[in-house]
Protein backbone atom coordinates (compact mmCIF):
# COMPACT_ATOMS: atom_id res chain seq x y z
CA UNK A 1 0.00 0.00 0.00
CA UNK A 2 0.94 3.89 -1.01
CA UNK A 3 2.44 5.39 1.84
CA UNK A 4 0.80 8.94 1.93
CA UNK A 5 2.44 12.37 3.62
CA UNK A 6 0.19 15.18 4.66
CA UNK A 7 0.72 18.66 6.88
CA UNK A 8 -0.28 17.56 9.85
CA UNK A 9 -2.44 20.64 10.80
CA UNK A 10 -3.35 24.30 8.55
CA UNK A 11 -5.46 26.98 9.48
CA UNK A 12 -7.87 29.19 7.78
CA UNK A 13 -10.55 31.44 7.57
CA UNK A 14 -14.07 31.62 6.98
CA UNK A 15 -14.64 32.03 3.42
CA UNK A 16 -11.04 31.42 2.34
CA UNK A 17 -10.52 28.66 -0.17
CA UNK A 18 -8.11 25.61 1.57
CA UNK A 19 -5.39 23.50 -0.33
CA UNK A 20 -4.63 20.11 1.57
CA UNK A 21 -1.94 18.28 -0.47
CA UNK A 22 -1.08 15.15 0.19
CA UNK A 23 2.50 13.14 -0.98
CA UNK A 24 2.09 9.53 -2.38
CA UNK A 25 5.43 9.10 -4.22
CA UNK A 26 5.20 5.16 -4.82
CA UNK A 27 1.59 5.52 -6.19
CA UNK A 28 0.72 2.21 -7.66
CA UNK A 29 -0.86 2.20 -11.50
CA UNK A 30 -4.01 0.89 -10.39
CA UNK A 31 -3.97 2.82 -7.20
CA UNK A 32 -7.14 5.38 -6.91
CA UNK A 33 -6.86 8.18 -4.01
CA UNK A 34 -9.37 8.77 -1.72
CA UNK A 35 -10.10 11.42 0.68
CA UNK A 36 -11.98 11.52 4.11
CA UNK A 37 -13.24 14.07 6.47
CA UNK A 38 -13.68 13.30 10.00
CA UNK A 39 -15.70 15.44 12.71
CA UNK A 40 -14.54 14.70 16.77
CA UNK A 41 -16.61 12.01 17.65
CA UNK A 42 -18.24 10.66 14.65
CA UNK A 43 -16.73 8.55 12.12
CA UNK A 44 -14.49 9.61 8.68
CA UNK A 45 -16.61 10.41 5.98
CA UNK A 46 -16.23 10.11 2.75
CA UNK A 47 -15.32 13.33 0.80
CA UNK A 48 -13.54 12.27 -3.33
CA UNK A 49 -11.84 10.06 -4.80
CA UNK A 50 -9.81 10.43 -8.54
CA UNK A 51 -7.15 8.43 -10.35
CA UNK A 52 -5.95 11.54 -12.29
CA UNK A 53 -6.10 15.16 -13.28
CA UNK A 54 -9.24 16.87 -11.91
CA UNK A 55 -12.78 15.92 -9.58
CA UNK A 56 -14.95 17.75 -8.71
CA UNK A 57 -18.28 17.45 -6.57
CA UNK A 58 -20.98 18.93 -4.40
CA UNK A 59 -18.21 19.68 -1.49
CA UNK A 60 -14.83 19.64 -2.73
CA UNK A 61 -12.40 19.45 -5.58
CA UNK A 62 -9.25 17.16 -6.65
CA UNK A 63 -6.04 17.69 -8.22
CA UNK A 64 -4.03 15.19 -9.21
CA UNK A 65 -1.20 15.87 -11.66
CA UNK A 66 0.13 14.01 -14.22
CA UNK A 67 2.67 11.64 -12.28
CA UNK A 68 -0.25 11.42 -9.76
CA UNK A 69 3.00 11.30 -6.96
CA UNK A 70 0.82 14.54 -5.33
CA UNK A 71 -2.78 14.75 -4.72
CA UNK A 72 -4.42 18.59 -3.53
CA UNK A 73 -7.84 18.56 -2.40
CA UNK A 74 -9.34 21.98 -2.54
CA UNK A 75 -12.58 23.18 -0.08
CA UNK A 76 -14.06 26.10 -1.64
CA UNK A 77 -14.66 29.37 0.73
CA UNK A 78 -14.67 27.00 3.84
CA UNK A 79 -16.86 27.79 6.58
CA UNK A 80 -16.25 27.15 10.61
CA UNK A 81 -18.19 23.93 10.48
CA UNK A 82 -15.32 22.59 7.67
CA UNK A 83 -12.62 22.49 10.97
CA UNK A 84 -12.17 18.48 11.08
CA UNK A 85 -9.11 16.09 10.25
CA UNK A 86 -8.70 15.13 6.70
CA UNK A 87 -7.23 11.80 5.52
CA UNK A 88 -5.63 11.08 2.19
CA UNK A 89 -5.42 7.03 1.20
CA UNK A 90 -4.27 5.69 -1.35
CA UNK A 91 -5.50 1.81 -2.48
CA UNK A 92 -6.42 0.14 -5.36
CA UNK A 93 -10.42 0.71 -6.43
CA UNK A 94 -11.15 -3.26 -6.22
CA UNK A 95 -13.97 -2.87 -3.44
CA UNK A 96 -13.01 -4.04 -0.01
CA UNK A 97 -9.34 -2.85 -0.28
CA UNK A 98 -7.96 -2.25 3.42
CA UNK A 99 -6.98 1.65 3.35
CA UNK A 100 -4.82 2.58 5.97
CA UNK A 101 -5.43 6.12 6.79
CA UNK A 102 -2.46 8.23 8.55
CA UNK A 103 -2.93 10.72 11.04
CA UNK A 104 -4.38 12.60 8.68
CA UNK A 105 -4.44 17.22 8.24
CA UNK A 106 -6.30 18.51 11.46
CA UNK A 107 -7.87 21.68 9.47
CA UNK A 108 -8.77 24.53 11.80
CA UNK A 109 -11.29 27.40 10.32
CA UNK A 110 -11.57 30.61 12.33
CA UNK A 111 -13.90 33.29 11.77
CA UNK B 1 -30.89 1.22 8.07
CA UNK B 2 -29.42 3.91 5.79
CA UNK B 3 -26.30 3.59 7.96
CA UNK B 4 -23.79 1.56 9.90
CA UNK B 5 -25.06 1.12 13.01
CA UNK B 6 -22.89 0.14 16.42
CA UNK B 7 -24.04 -0.80 19.80
CA UNK B 8 -22.99 -0.07 22.21
CA UNK B 9 -22.04 3.63 21.90
CA UNK B 10 -20.12 3.65 25.02
CA UNK B 11 -18.43 1.02 27.32
CA UNK B 12 -16.81 1.44 30.55
CA UNK B 13 -15.36 -2.07 31.47
CA UNK B 14 -12.93 -3.64 33.94
CA UNK B 15 -9.32 -4.69 33.06
CA UNK B 16 -9.24 -8.58 32.19
CA UNK B 17 -13.43 -8.26 31.28
CA UNK B 18 -14.51 -9.70 28.38
CA UNK B 19 -16.30 -7.55 25.80
CA UNK B 20 -18.54 -7.92 22.55
CA UNK B 21 -18.76 -5.21 20.00
CA UNK B 22 -21.29 -5.14 17.45
CA UNK B 23 -21.54 -3.54 13.72
CA UNK B 24 -24.38 -3.92 11.59
CA UNK B 25 -23.63 -2.46 8.20
CA UNK B 26 -25.60 -1.18 5.82
CA UNK B 27 -27.98 -3.62 3.90
CA UNK B 28 -25.94 -5.06 0.62
CA UNK B 29 -22.79 -4.27 1.47
CA UNK B 30 -20.37 -6.95 1.50
CA UNK B 31 -17.60 -5.53 2.29
CA UNK B 32 -16.72 -4.90 6.29
CA UNK B 33 -14.17 -3.25 7.97
CA UNK B 34 -13.30 -2.86 11.58
CA UNK B 35 -10.87 0.09 12.53
CA UNK B 36 -9.37 1.03 15.89
CA UNK B 37 -8.69 4.87 16.80
CA UNK B 38 -7.04 5.89 19.95
CA UNK B 39 -7.11 9.64 21.57
CA UNK B 40 -6.34 12.14 18.94
CA UNK B 41 -4.45 9.62 16.36
CA UNK B 42 -5.10 8.04 13.20
CA UNK B 43 -7.20 4.85 12.29
CA UNK B 44 -5.53 1.61 12.78
CA UNK B 45 -6.68 -1.26 10.53
CA UNK B 46 -8.06 -3.94 12.06
CA UNK B 47 -9.81 -7.13 10.20
CA UNK B 48 -11.57 -7.02 6.89
CA UNK B 49 -14.41 -9.30 5.70
CA UNK B 50 -15.51 -9.90 2.25
CA UNK B 51 -18.24 -12.23 1.17
CA UNK B 52 -17.89 -15.62 2.33
CA UNK B 53 -14.05 -15.40 1.86
CA UNK B 54 -11.69 -15.70 4.97
CA UNK B 55 -11.43 -12.44 6.65
CA UNK B 56 -8.24 -10.71 6.59
CA UNK B 57 -7.05 -10.98 10.24
CA UNK B 58 -3.81 -9.02 9.77
CA UNK B 59 -4.71 -5.84 11.69
CA UNK B 60 -5.45 -7.55 15.10
CA UNK B 61 -3.14 -6.76 17.62
CA UNK B 62 -2.91 -10.03 19.42
CA UNK B 63 -5.12 -13.60 20.12
CA UNK B 64 -7.06 -11.31 22.40
CA UNK B 65 -8.89 -10.08 19.71
CA UNK B 66 -11.51 -11.92 17.41
CA UNK B 67 -14.27 -10.79 15.22
CA UNK B 68 -17.11 -12.96 13.46
CA UNK B 69 -19.38 -12.39 10.55
CA UNK B 70 -22.55 -14.16 10.97
CA UNK B 71 -24.68 -14.92 7.31
CA UNK B 72 -22.79 -12.22 5.74
CA UNK B 73 -24.30 -9.20 8.01
CA UNK B 74 -23.66 -8.12 11.38
CA UNK B 75 -20.37 -8.32 13.04
CA UNK B 76 -19.16 -8.79 16.38
CA UNK B 77 -15.70 -7.99 17.76
CA UNK B 78 -14.75 -9.65 20.94
CA UNK B 79 -11.82 -8.34 23.19
CA UNK B 80 -11.01 -10.84 26.03
CA UNK B 81 -8.92 -9.92 28.75
CA UNK B 82 -9.36 -6.21 28.26
CA UNK B 83 -6.37 -4.00 28.93
CA UNK B 84 -6.26 -0.16 29.53
CA UNK B 85 -4.28 0.16 26.12
CA UNK B 86 -7.76 -1.33 24.56
CA UNK B 87 -9.31 2.03 25.24
CA UNK B 88 -10.18 3.66 22.28
CA UNK B 89 -12.76 4.46 19.73
CA UNK B 90 -13.65 1.03 17.67
CA UNK B 91 -14.73 2.39 14.31
CA UNK B 92 -17.05 -0.40 11.95
CA UNK B 93 -17.06 0.22 7.54
CA UNK B 94 -19.16 -1.23 5.48
CA UNK B 95 -19.10 -0.80 1.38
CA UNK B 96 -20.48 -2.28 -1.65
CA UNK B 97 -17.60 -1.24 -4.34
CA UNK B 98 -15.31 1.96 -3.31
CA UNK B 99 -16.61 3.95 -6.19
CA UNK B 100 -17.91 5.76 -3.01
CA UNK B 101 -15.58 4.85 -0.63
CA UNK B 102 -16.62 3.21 3.09
CA UNK B 103 -19.44 4.58 5.42
CA UNK B 104 -18.63 4.26 8.58
CA UNK B 105 -20.65 3.84 11.71
CA UNK B 106 -20.11 6.66 15.28
CA UNK B 107 -18.20 3.91 16.81
CA UNK B 108 -17.92 2.40 20.24
CA UNK B 109 -15.82 4.25 22.63
CA UNK B 110 -14.25 1.56 24.88
CA UNK B 111 -12.87 2.49 28.68
CA UNK B 112 -11.28 -0.06 30.15
CA UNK B 113 -10.62 0.94 33.77
Redesign the interface.
Known amino acids: LAKTTQPISMDSYEGQEVNITCSHNNIATND?I?W?QQFP??????II?GYKTKVTNEVASLFIPADRKSSTLSLPRVSLSDTAVY?CLVGE????????????TRLSVLP | GAGVSQSPSNKVTEKGKDVELRCDPISGHTALYWYRQSLGQGLEFLIYFQGNSAPDKSGLPSDRFSAERTGGSVSTLTIQRTQQEDSAVYLCASSYRTDNGYTFGSGTRLTVV
Open positions: YTYSQGPRFQYKNYGQNFVFGPG
